[in-house]
């Protein structure tokens, strides 16, 4: 049984002797938002071209991110910037090259993929801009920090969870959001035969690193998820163990699924 860096049990991917009969294959695919399905980072999409006091400009430096962002919107919420404008921002980023065709693709095989979005933005903007690209249906759970409204119509926003693992930010653990995904996923007697996983961050580092040897894990080439791969890879051999299909076009990910298909396994 495979580990996470929370200890939280990933159960076995292959399916189990004694079945009744042969099942087609099933695939858990799972996407980062930031920088994968879209082509920027959309914190940073929702506050260009707004002028923010010194203090908010910068990412905060060994301090929290999630936090620092809570603080952004208050203070656009502050300024008079309601959601409508917001949702209207977060709609206009663009796919990543290859996303839409990728996307084209696995509306095809759905009986086939399970797609599960796990995401270090928020819900808010994630659910516009998949719903504006007509993605939304194609995903079965969306991970990401709660975004709400409060009273006065402002946006706030929330830390997915807390837990124990050193590597990840304190509001959020890829690694333990899929590991319990995939054991609540297994009490309902449902076995993938290989996850893969499309990031390009350093967080999505943490879970590709809970891959099997059965698993794929897709990071965008040159961004940070890629280079602690290949630095994983260099340091220790074989300790890295889901094999690597780096992408700068998601039209790469789509043929290798497409004849991941073909072969059947």
Not at 141 to 152: H, I, M, T, W
Request: positive net charge; contains cysteine; proline residues 7%.
């Amino acid at each position: 049984m495979r580990r996470c860096c929370q200890g939280v049990g990933l159960p076995c991917l292959f399916k189990g002797v004694g079945m009744a009969g042969p099942r087609p294959p099933r695939f858990l695919l799972v996407f980062d938002f930031d920088e994968t399905i879209v082509d920027e980072n959309s914190d940073d999409s929702v506050v260009r071209g707004r002028a923010l006091p010194e203090p908010l400009r910068q990412s905060p430096r060994g301090g929290s991110y999630n936090e620092h962002m809570q603080r952004v919107l208050a203070f656009l919420g502050e300024q008079g910037v309601r959601p409508a404008e917001l949702r209207a921002a977060y709609e206009s980023i663009p796919l990543a090259p290859g996303m839409a065709e990728l996307f084209q693709l696995l509306s095809k095989h759905q009986e086939l993929f399970e797609l599960v979005l796990i995401s270090d933005a928020n819900t808010f903007g994630i659910e516009a801009k998949l719903r504006a690209a007509g993605a939304r249906s194609l995903f079965r759970k969306v991970f990401s920090n709660p975004a709400s409204l409060d009273r006065r119509g402002v946006l706030t926003l929330g830390p997915y969870h807390s837990h124990k693992c050193l590597r990840c930010p304190a509001n959020m653990c890829k690694a333990k959001i899929l590991g319990e995904y995939l054991a609540e996923r297994a009490r309902e007697d449902v076995e993938f035969q290989r996850v893969l996983y499309v990031g390009d961050g350093a967080n999505d580092f943490c879970p590709a690193g809970t891959l099997t040897a059965a698993d794929v894990a897709f990071p965008r080439k040159g961004y940070p998820m890629h280079r602690l791969i290949q630095e994983s890879q260099e340091k220790q051999p074989g300790a890295f163990q889901a094999a690597v299909v780096p992408w700068e076009s998601a039209v790469e990910v789509a043929r290798y699924l497409q004849e991941l298909l073909r072969r059947k396994c």
